[in-house]
């Protein structure tokens, strides 16, 4: 595979180095999977333990947990989770449901983000442009934003009217009408279970609370993906690839080196890794630590 590096065509990886890369693995997937859903059993039985003084700290960690499913999400979009297309399908569409991210419509959206990155017409990321003020900053990281959109699509999908999202071609939307129908009733009835067998608080304990608390974490994570790259279709310098520890790559799935996925979407996250030694030298947008970053973009809003 080779990518457009500002117009013109350079190869990067060869043909044979890709193609190594690219192996998928349903027992990988299975790994990393199992790893998260222990990280949520954890936490959950965290906030089941608590008492008044620790149940939020409780639900910020299991939110920041539920957040980052984000990750399995993202890479069961693109068919690399498993090697099984069903398992793909299966586990992400499920995966989603707790921050109301419906599959197949985010499918639809991160497709058209990845054929269009950083254009600003056409990249669906840039509807809404990155925080140029302080204030702005503080409502994306407060994630009302995202909330506001999501009851919106959920809206528009039980109504069957997708036409406000002009990345949705015709002959998708029926499907993913479904699937948003479908996801309204699943979470509805999880709800109403969770009521019924434990308690009325249940909801609010183990999802609306912490899905609050979690979920900004996740908007100063995706922040830093691509805002203050280069406007145009160099995959080396529109796209950042932060260097973080290892707890931050186990927790979203190896999508910190993310410079390697937008140039290779086929390459798996437990593969990223030796992407990212492959080509190092060459990323034009390179990070050390999300943190130093945010503190950076801070000083630059208020400056």
């Known amino acids: 595979m080779e990518a457009a590096v500002t117009g013109v065509t350079e190869k990067i990886l060869t043909g044979a180095e890709l193609r190594g890369l690219s192996v998928r693995s349903d027992a990988r997937g299975a790994i990393r999977l199992g790893v998260h859903v222990l990280m949520l059993a954890a936490s959950g039985w965290l906030i089941a333990r608590s008492g008044p ?3 939020v700290p409780a639900m910020l960690l299991l939110g920041v947990v539920q957040a980052a499913l984000f990750a399995p999400i993202h890479e069961t979009m693109h068919m ?3 090697r099984s297309r069903r398992a793909n399908t299966l586990v992400g569409w499920l995966v989603a449901c707790p ?3 419906n599959w197949h419509f985010y499918q639809a959206f991160h497709l058209a983000h990845h054929r269009h990155t950083q254009d600003p017409e056409r990249d669906p990321e840039l509807a809404v442009l990155p925080p140029s003020t302080l204030d702005a900053y503080l409502w994306r990281v407060m994630a009302l934003p995202y909330w506001r959109t ?3 699509v959920l809206r528009d999908g039980c109504r069957g009217d997708l036409s406000a999202y002009p990345y949705i071609v015709p002959r998708a939307a029926p499907r993913i009408v479904r699937s948003l129908r479908l ?11 969770s009521v019924v067998f434990v308690g009325w608080w249940a909801p609010l304990v183990f999802w609306i609370g912490p899905q609050m608390l979690g979920q900004p974490f996740l908007r100063l994570y995706l922040l830093t993906e691509h805002t203050l790259c280069t406007m145009d279709d160099n995959g080396l310098t529109n796209t950042r690839t932060t260097l973080t520890n290892g707890a931050m790559r186990l927790l979203m799935w190896n999508m ?6 937008h140039l290779y979407p086929s390459i798996p996250f437990h593969r990223l890794p030796d992407a990212h030694a492959a080509i190092r030298t060459r990323l034009g ?3 050390d630590g999300y943190t130093r970053w945010h503190v950076g973009f801070v000083r630059t809003l208020r400056t």
């Not at 309204?184 to 109403?192: L, T």
């Not at 910190?256 to 996925?261: G, I, L, R, S, Y």
């Open 53 to 55: 003084w620790t149940i």
């Open 80 to 82: 690399t989770a498993f």
């Open 99 to 101: 921050s109301l991210l």
């Open 150 to 152: 999501r009851l919106q």
């Open 183 to 193: 996801m309204a009733a699943f979470v509805a009835a999880c709800a109403a279970l």
């Open 256 to 261: 910190p080196f993310h410079t390697e996925h």
């Open 285 to 287: 947008a390179l990070q």
